[in-house]
């Protein structure tokens, strides 16, 4: 079988063959930054799940999320799973912001933050965060964050994933 020469690889240009031909890009681009980055709708108990790619090694994803008040009684969890790119590896980071005021707290994979950025990488890896954003009441307030995704050492010139993300 052949083996796909991409232009990290090689150094110079790209080769690409059948089985290495650049995807189409995602539905949601162009969200490079985080300042461009998609609007993909609330976080809630419901399973949010877009699927998308990295249609280039450089492509970078980022997706804006809006998290209404839970109606929960305690303090909720919420998931951002990646998934899929092939085993590849993610490089991912999170900033998060409450609509109003800063949290009383905000914690990101059991590490309690005093900013509201945390980073992750690794094979599928996926975000654990919890929050209060109205520490007067028993409500958390409502919040948004962003998430952009890429890989640091791609291996293929696209790969698909998806971002799943929900309130448990
Ligand atoms: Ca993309
Ligand atoms: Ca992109």
Do not use: W
């Amino acid at each position: 079988m052949l083996a796909c020469i991409t232009r990290k690889a090689a150094g110079v240009v790209a080769i690409a063959l059948a089985a290495c031909d650049p995807c189409a890009p995602d539905e949601y681009e162009p969200n490079e930054a985080e300042g461009e980055a998609a609007v993909v709708g609330d976080i809630t108990t419901d399973l949010s799940e877009i699927d998308v790619n990295f249609s280039t090694q450089e492509d970078v994803d980022c997706f804006a999320y809006a998290l209404p008040e839970p109606i929960l009684e305690q303090i909720p969890i919420l998931y951002i799973e990646m998934k899929g790119a092939n085993r590849e590896d993610f490089s991912g980071s999170l900033t998060f912001a409450c609509d109003a005021g800063e949290p009383a707290f905000f914690s990101c994979n059991n590490e309690d933050l005093t900013d509201t950025t945390c980073t992750v990488s690794g094979v599928e890896p996926r975000f654990r965060v919890s929050y209060d954003c109205d520490p007067d009441t028993d409500a958390i307030g409502a919040a948004s964050l962003v998430v952009c995704l890429e890989r640091p050492t791609p291996n293929k010139l696209c790969v698909d994933y998806s971002v799943r993300a929900y309130f448990n």
